[in-house]
């Protein structure tokens, strides 16, 4: 495209008041690029100014100076134009008041010694802003040759059927696959249902089997039980699916990635790559290799993961104290259940009546007050359920609740309050200490109860609230065709669940076009997995419809980028392949990567990965960042006999980002030394970047992005964590060229942290001014 | 190896206090708000928390012989500030009038007073004794004759005293077996919840103890410190003095009768007079007070064992009163009517003292004394 250029300074919201506005017209006008000013660009008769210009003079690459690109974004947006937003109101004139910054006065200009960093600041963000538009191109969508709009379901449980309804309402074709010979799952195997509707008081007859019966009535539904999935193959909007029979080996069950201690020698030195393929063949022999499709499979656009759970069998853990595995009246709520959906509670140990039930939610050991393993407000629940059984099957029974989370969210509170109101149900905070044999019956001993003291209950049985493990545990399940693996990567960081994010994002796991619902991604109760169902089933189709116009799913939904490969110079290194956090990528036998554009969800952390700088997006790239980079002034001796420092900060655009804009909202103030550049994630940021400001003259570079660790923010799974690793490789380098390893640093920051930015942003700029200005400046 | 911390809920119990106005007792969640903002509650191990999760699992033992549950004095402001609406106070209320229960001996007394169905059998108990007595006595004659009206012309003092005398001594003797074992109870509790510095009972110290009380019962200090409830504090200060008072005349009177062989009727200018006629009418109006009170206060629960007592005293006051006004004006028929209602009223007073919810002033008195003594 031929681009025109129009430089647009609004003036509005104080920017005009603060700033020699000639000044930074004079930025653009050096260039010969034209440039206009106006109180109030936003405003009708602003865009009315900018549509003109690009109806009557052919404008078509529009750089805005004024507010946040975070803010107006749909006012600023024109068809067919390249547009770029220069923040000059929250991170120039909000965040740096004159009374801390002063403007020159008429004998200071131009004398050599005193300069104005704000309005350099200001002028900076222009020329950074020209730089970028150069450089990029509009997107044009990536589009799938042919797409399947059908939707798979793995898993007939509560969840997988009623997602299946959900998406056949909405009129897409859906196949479940359970792997039992019929549907139901473990919501067809208890005796009552907690309550699922207003007023949520009281226990119902489990509801699976209207659900089927529902489901059944879609035509747009089928249904193929004994079934697993083999293996998915290709990518969102044309999976290819191989399914098969449980326990049943063929040629296309999915090939496993070597094992880390099988692809070294005995010496433990790594194995070359012809060696690594003959190996990986032999491991893998008689599967077929992960880029051969099945010409019999069936084709998906999305993937609904509803695989669900499996109880906890707490076999082989420390939970002796409890008399588990050692009385056979210890049971778990999942073996309770079956005894009770049988008839009336009796013992294990004689079949005699279980009048007097203690149920444990927490094992209790020492300090720690956790409760069993994959458990949560469903398991507190379920335990205010099976203590309702006690007391439904013996009037005189005595059901015993000790926990140290009473977790009843939502109206199931007044499923708690009915519960409680039981005379002969008796609920107490509390470490169990020990259970243990007396008589005929047990004893159980809780100390720290709110009954104030150390207590013992005698009981007939005892029931461990043990957790629901989500499948995904045991086993892949979804058997994807992915360089990377067949199951999730990264699910330790989310307690073995099938997600990408702490916080946020629900439904995404860490692979596109696979939605997770109910028990997989958290332990649910029905009424909740059926919510979450709907949420996982409006995921899906937004995938299908997002690929068939060749946009991006999540969470940059709607970007029509994608990586581009310049192929010519690719070295096979694989680090793409590898880091990719979405297994986007697929390498050939050769190593060459190949891209799988729906699978990708455009984070760029291949383009910040890859030594050789070939992936790019088209409005986002090495070249259009590192033009940025070099547009900013960095003064030297020459220009003044005192020059300001210049710093780098190459900001997370999700959380770093508005933290910063929201900083200047709230008229926080930090150093004007500093330009800040987006970037899409940390992981994006490539090392160049950074060689490139420091060999320009910047005198310290920092990163700021999103905390990883136990409460990982990161909308790519852990863009910030991969960026620490590379910064760390960077300040060896540093070390070798006689730079201080401090002058490149790397920060964390949440995004309701704004409060928290002048003081990451000063510490640095007053730590790299003691070191002093870096020595290659002015080369 | 089942000890002294084996718990074992007595679902009984759970079903009386419910019963006896306690029936919120379930909705405890054990936040703690009510003994945050109970202005009585000492700081170590203050109650009603405690008293809740106990009674909400059914531990008779722990509460019945608690002295905390007497320690209260119903202000309310657990009641208000709950967020369950368990409404603590009506609980321990409640508790309160199952331990009464549990000390009087005999028990099936106690459950009769406590038992609406069985009102028309005590009110019919007093008119046949009263009948069965004055008839083989004949000290009571339904034609009394003489211009003036004497009440003892119709009911003898003879007969009042026959009968009166063994009741009050009656009540102490109730009483008196009752507070052995509450006593007892009371510091075992106490020692095993660690609620006394004291490990051996000295009725000494508890006497001590009784002594320095009093001034706080007779200026009513306790109870002023409640926020929730501060009317009632003169409703009762009210009845309270006015029993006093009514205890001093009777047993001035009686004195007066048989030391001085004076009878009465006596004049209005004699002091004791006053005195008995300002009780009489504090009396009515404390009593009429908390009637209004406790219709007022529609959160707070009113059980028969409340009305039965608030309407026994109001009775008392009344009768007592009207039967003196008709005499002074001279309405023979009416004047000797009321005064056989108003024996009835006593009679109640007297025999039913140690069950029904009057009982307190013994208890919480004793419960109060025991905590100075045991250094709550």
Redesign the interface.
């Known amino acids: 495209m031929d681009k025109k250029y129009g430089v647009y300074i609004c003036t509005g919201c104080g920017i005009g008041d603060v700033l020699d506005t000639e000044g930074l017209c004079g930025v653009p006008k050096e260039e010969g690029i034209g440039v206009k000013t106006h109180p109030f660009l936003c405003g009708k008769e602003g865009v009315e100014l900018l549509k003109k210009d690009i109806a009557d003079d052919g404008i078509n690459t529009l750089i805005i100076a004024g507010c946040s690109r975070r803010v107006n974004f749909d006012v600023f947006n024109f068809a067919g134009c390249i547009v770029d937003r220069v923040n000059l109101r929250e991170q120039v004139v909000w965040s740096h008041p004159r009374s801390e910054f002063p403007a020159l006065t008429e004998e200071q200009k131009d004398d050599g010694e005193h300069f104005d960093r704000l309005q350099m600041l200001a002028e900076d963000y222009i020329k950074m802003g020209m730089a970028k538009v150069e450089k990029i191109d509009l997107p044009e969508p990536s589009m799938l040759e042919t797409i399947s709009k059908r939707i798979l379901v793995i898993g007939g449980g509560i969840t997988g059927i009623s997602a299946a309804i959900d998406a056949a309402k909405a009129g897409y074709d859906v196949t479940i696959v359970e792997k039992e010979a019929s549907l139901g799952g473990n919501a067809a195997k208890i005796r009552k249902q907690l309550p699922n509707e207003d007023p949520f008081e009281s226990l119902i007859p489990p509801i699976i089997e209207a659900k089927i019966k529902e489901a059944e009535a879609y035509s747009g539904i089928e249904v193929k039980t004994n079934s697993i999935v083999a293996r998915i193959a290709g990518q969102p909007g044309e999976f290819t699916v191989t399914l098969k029979k449980p326990g049943e080996a063929t040629e296309f069950d999915v090939p496993y990635p070597l094992p880390d201690e099988m692809k070294v020698d005995e010496n433990g030195k790594e194995l070359d790559v012809e060696k690594l393929i003959e190996v990986y063949n032999e491991y893998n022999k008689g599967k077929k290799d992960i880029l051969t499709l099945d010409p019999d499979g069936e084709l998906f656009g999305a993937v609904i993961l509803a695989a669900g759970w499996r109880p906890d069998k707490l076999e082989g853990k420390a939970f002796t104290h409890l008399g588990f595995g050692k009385l056979p009246d210890v049971v778990t709520n999942y073996q309770f259940e079956e005894i009770a959906a049988k008839g009336k509670i009796t013992r294990p140990s004689d079949g005699n009546e279980a009048k007097s039930v203690v149920f444990i939610q927490s094992p209790g050991k020492g300090d720690d007050d956790s409760d069993f393993d994959y458990t949560g407000s469903v398991t507190s629940l379920v335990a205010l359920k099976q203590a309702q059984y006690v007391r439904e099957d013996y009037p ?1 029974g ?1 059901a015993y609740i000790f926990y140290q989370h009473m977790r009843t969210p939502g109206l199931q509170e007044n499923f708690y ?1 009915s519960i ?5 149900i ?1 609920l ?2 509390g470490d169990v200490i020990s259970v ?1 044999k ?1 008589g005929d019956g047990l ?1 159980v ?1 809780a100390d720290n109860t ?9 009981a007939d049985m005892v029931v461990l609230a043990a957790g629901m493990v989500p499948a995904t545990v045991d086993d892949p399940v979804i058997n994807l065709a992915y360089r990377q693996g067949p199951g999730f990567r990264d699910n330790a960081i989310f307690n073995e669940y099938a997600d990408s994010n702490f916080i946020c994002f629900p439904y995404e796991t860490q692979r596109t076009g696979i939605y997770a619902a109910g028990c997989i991604r958290r332990s649910m109760t029905i009424e909740e997995s059926i919510e979450d169902a709907t949420g996982a089933a409006l995921k899906a189709i937004q995938c299908i419809e997002s690929v068939n116009r060749g946009v991006a799913v999540h969470p940059r939904s709607g970007d029509m980028t994608f990586p581009d490969f310049f192929f010519q110079r690719c070295t096979q290194c694989k680090r793409c392949t590898e880091e990719c956090p979405f297994g986007a990528l697929d390498d050939d036998e050769k190593g060459t990567p190949k891209p799988n554009p729906t699978r990708c969800r455009r984070c760029g952390t291949c383009m910040g990965a890859c030594p050789e700088r070939i992936i790019g997006f088209a409005d986002y790239n090495i070249d259009s960042i590192g033009s940025m980079v070099k547009a900013i002034g960095v003064p030297s001796e020459d220009d003044y006999s005192e020059p300001p420092l210049r710093f780098l900060g190459l900001v997370c655009e999700n959380d770093a980002y508005p933290a910063l804009d929201i900083a200047g909202m709230n008229k926080l103030t930090y150093s004007a030394d500093v330009r800040f550049i987006p970037v899409r994630c940390l992981g994006s940021v490539n090392v160049i970047w950074i060689k490139d400001a420091l060999s320009q003259g910047m005198d310290g570079i920092f990163l700021l992005g999103c905390k990883h660790g136990d409460d990982y923010q990161c909308h790519f799974v852990k863009g910030s964590e991969l960026a620490d690793i590379r910064m760390k490789k960077i300040g060896e380098a540093l070390t070798s060229l006689a730079l201080e390893e401090e002058r490149v640093a790397q920060f964390q920051v949440a995004i309701d942290e704004y409060d928290k930015i002048p003081e990451i942003v000063n510490t640095f700029v007053e730590m790299v001014e003691k070191l002093g200005p870096n020595p290659f400046k002015g080369f | ?3 002294k ?5 007595n ?1 009984e119990f ?2 009386e206090v ?1 019963g006896l106005g306690g029936d919120t007792l ?2 405890c ?2 936040c703690a708000t009510c003994s945050v903002v109970c202005p009585i509650a000492p700081d170590n ?1 203050p109650f009603p928390r ?1 008293e809740m ?2 009674a ?4 008779k033992d722990k509460l019945v012989g608690s002295m905390d549950i007497w320690l209260c004095h119903n202000c309310g402001d657990c009641t208000t500030m709950c967020p ?1 609406g368990a409404k603590p106070g009506d609980v321990l209320g409640a508790i309160r009038s199952y331990a009464i229960s549990e000390y009087a001996v005999p028990k099936f007394i106690g459950k009769a007073v406590n038992d609406p169905k069985k009102l028309p059998v005590l009110l019919g108990l007093p008119v046949v004794i009263f009948l069965v007595l004055g008839f083989i006595t004949g000290l009571l004659d339904f034609t009394p004759g003489g211009d003036k009206i004497v009440h003892s012309n119709f009911f003898s003092s003879w007969l009042v005293d026959m009968i009166f005398v063994p009741l009050a001594a009656w009540a102490v003797v109730v009483f008196g077996i009752g507070l052995k074992r509450f006593v007892n109870d009371m510091h075992e509790n106490a020692v095993l ?1 660690g609620k006394t510095d004291k490990k051996k009972l000295e009725i000494g110290g508890l006497i001590r103890g009784l002594f320095s009380v009093i001034p706080t019962i007779l200026k009513h200090s306790k109870f002023s410190e409640c926020d929730e409830n501060k009317e009632r504090a003169t409703a009762h200060l009210m009845v309270f003095y006015s029993f006093i008072g009514l205890f001093i005349v009777t047993n001035i009177f009686f004195v007066v009768l048989y030391v001085f062989q004076i009878h009465g009727p006596y004049s209005q200018m004699n002091p004791v007079k006053w005195l008995a006629n300002v009780s009489g009418i504090a009396l009515i109006i404390g009593s009429a007070l908390m009637i209004k009170n406790r219709m007022g206060k529609t959160d707070q629960v009113t059980s028969y064992k409340d009305w039965y007592l608030l309407i026994l005293v109001l009775g008392l006051g009344a009768t007592g009163m009207l039967t003196e006004m008709t005499r002074l004006a001279g309405i023979a028929g009416l004047s000797y009517a009321l005064y056989f209602i108003h024996l009835m009223f006593v009679f109640h007073l007297f025999i039913f003292l140690p069950f029904s919810k009057l009982a307190h002033l013994v208890y919480r008195t004793v419960a109060m004394a025991y905590g100075e003594y045991g250094n709550r």
């Open positions: 005189e005595k309050k409680q109101q039981d005379e002969g008796f107490t905070k243990a007396n004893i001993e709110l009954l104030g003291e150390k207590i013992q209950v005698k | 190896m089942a000890d911390c084996l718990v074992e809920p679902l759970i079903k419910v379930k909705k969640f054990q191990k405690k999760i106990a909400s699992w059914g531990l369950r919840e």
